[in-house]
């Protein structure tokens, strides 16, 4: 609505929606303009004349966007000189993320199949990017030459056309989504659709190929941080990974025998432990994800295996065989062998040297839990992996056992590194409040308070796991900052809390939020304008108070809070 009356209609067809931000109030008698990329919002696919209308609902809440611009735009396809210099200007490496994006995004765009000869000569030329201005084009021909592009014997082209193909195959009806989402998704429906299922017999002899002759990894596999430039994300998949996708996506028990030697030859590539990552800790390097969600695929679509297979069916002996057989023992889905034959695998590879493998066994730990295993887990949460840590946590919390506390209260003390705290912390704590928690869980959370890096995760898991808070609505927040005499303040101050409640923590209780103990200094409010932390609550209420009277004098509050 426009001061009362309705605005004009907008067909949805041929409707696009976009949302940025308006950084400065439009007054009355001022303008604002904005510059969009055509491309960003509608696919042109053939020549013609088009009418393009842009608009905006500037905020109100009814009606339809009200149109600001308007013009006539003739598409003309381009000619074979100007589709050569444009996929060779977009197929440069760039020396810029600015530059790569720029590039990326237009490659993504490309429609017209006038593209397709350039482009793959620009791929033959050393320019694997290319391979994505392909992949954007709708047509059994582009597909045609992405297969033919992944048989070169030239690493990198390779990897981008396999990268490229899992772009245009359409989403598997049983709703599993592909490893690779960073490039396989995203990609319009128009593309996907003209995915012919007379492909799938060479895309997939192509994927057992590449799985069949991966080669051995040299040096240690560990998670990598990808280049500055790296706009379609390369350096998070190999051809093998690649190859594997499509196996999950496409494929079935054919592929086995190829998707186990691969995954034999991972698993057998030294591994380097998880001690100091960017991101979940349970993240693994290439091309172990991609090789975990192919046999995860093919259970989905009815591959179960018996325990006796894992000696008598070739392909199944080694690593991969007894990694699929764990990996089906974690899945609700499949139910549990007849016999207690399959426990003996599990507890095995509990005391395995591959961190890939005692996850796996951690995660198939039947229940209810056997006690002669808790040696096992224990060992699993001391572990120098730390994606180990975390699924020996969910272990112990799912065990029902309380001798797994003072050990879970050991990883939140053992763990410094910033990145990776709430990560590992996290896990170690929800398992032992599993367990019914106790003085021994947050006495280990009060001693991180001195640890500068630590204070607002620890304010926060002690706030709410000793004080009887209504659930929080989103997270804490706070000014965050304390000195590390004020620290030290506080961390005496919630031992002493801890110690003056012992008895209704160590049976699982809260302390009402209302007990007279509950002072200023446990939240930092005593030292300055604002707590280090306030939760919000479901209620709609803020605790603590910012009326709560302080205690002692101190430094106020820094902005930038963090919050969780």
Not at 7 to 13: A, G, I, K, Q, R
Not at 76 to 83: G, N, Q, S, V
Not at 451 to 477: H, K, N, R, V
Not at 519 to 536: A, E, Y
């Amino acid at each position: 609505m426009r001061k009362g009356t309705s605005l004009p209609h907008v067909p949805e067809v041929g409707k696009a929606v976009s949302f940025f931000p308006v950084p400065t109030v439009i007054g009355p008698g001022k303008s604002d303009s904005r510059n969009v990329v055509l491309s960003d919002f509608v696919d042109i696919l053939t020549p013609g004349t088009y009418v393009v209308s842009a608009g905006s609902k500037l905020g109100w809440q009814n009606g339809d966007p009200y149109p600001v611009a308007t013009a006539k735009i003739d598409f003309h396809p381009p000619t074979a000189e100007d589709a050569a210099a444009r996929a060779h200007q977009l197929s440069a490496k760039p020396d810029t993320w600015e530059k790569a994006s720029q590039n990326g995004r237009v490659l993504e765009r490309l429609r017209d199949p006038q593209y397709l000869a350039p482009l793959r000569k620009e791929v033959e030329a050393g320019h694997p990017d290319a391979c994505f201005g392909i992949a954007s084009i709708p047509g059994v021909e582009a597909t045609e030459i992405l297969l033919q592009l992944a048989d070169s014997p030239d690493a990198q082209t390779e990897r981008a056309a396999m990268a490229a193909l899992l772009r245009r195959l359409p989403v598997t009806k049983d709703g599993r989504s592909l490893h690779l989402a960073m490039l396989a998704l995203g990609q319009p429906e128009i593309v996907r659709q003209s995915w012919p299922e007379k492909l799938d017999a060479p895309l997939l002899a192509l994927a057992e190929k590449i799985l069949r002759n991966a080669p051995q990894a040299h040096g240690s596999l560990k998670v990598q941080d990808p280049p500055p430039t790296d706009y379609f994300h390369l350096s998070f998949t190999s051809a093998v990974s690649a190859a594997a996708a499509i196996v999950a996506n496409r494929g079935g028990v054919a592929q086995m025998p190829a998707l186990m030697a691969a995954t034999n030859r991972a698993l057998a590539a030294p591994f380097e432990p998880r001690t100091d990552v960017h991101g979940p800790v349970n993240n693994l390097p290439d091309p172990l994800p991609a090789l975990l969600d192919a046999i995860d695929g093919l259970r989905q679509r009815g591959w179960i295996i018996k325990p006796r297979e894992l000696t008598s069916n070739l392909p199944l002996e080694g690593k991969a065989g007894a990694l699929v057989f764990l990996r089906q023992l974690a899945d609700p889905q499949v139910p549990k062998p007849e016999g207690e034959d399959w426990k003996q695998i599990v507890a095995r590879y509990l005391r395995d040297d591959s961190p890939v493998m005692k996850v796996n066994a951690l995660q198939a730990i039947p229940h209810p839990f056997p006690a002669d295993w808790e040696g096992s887990v224990t060992a699993a949460l001391k572990d120098p992996d730390l994606g180990v840590v975390v699924a020996a946590c969910q272990a112990a919390g799912a065990s029902g056992h309380q001798s797994f506390v003072r050990s879970l209260a050991n990883v939140v003390a053992s763990v410094h590194e910033p990145a990776i705290i709430p990560g590992v912390r996290d896990p170690a704590t929800k398992a032992a409040v599993q367990l019914g928690g106790g003085t021994v869980l947050w006495e280990a959370w009060a001693d991180r308070l001195a640890d500068e890096d630590s204070l607002f995760d620890a304010l926060y898991q002690l706030c709410q796991g000793t004080i009887d808070l209504p659930p929080e609505t989103s997270g804490g927040t706070g000014n965050g900052s304390a000195d590390r005499a004020q620290r030290f303040q506080m961390r005496d101050a919630w031992r002493e809390f801890i110690q003056k409640h012992r008895d209704l923590l160590d049976h699982g209780q809260r302390v009402p939020r209302n007990d007279s103990s509950i002072t200023p200094i446990l939240t930092g409010l005593s030292f300055g304008d604002s707590p280090i932390i306030t939760m919000h609550l479901h209620d709609g209420t803020d605790w603590p108070k910012p009326d709560i009277s302080k205690t002692a004098p101190g430094v106020p509050g820094l902005p930038n809070a963090p919050s969780r």
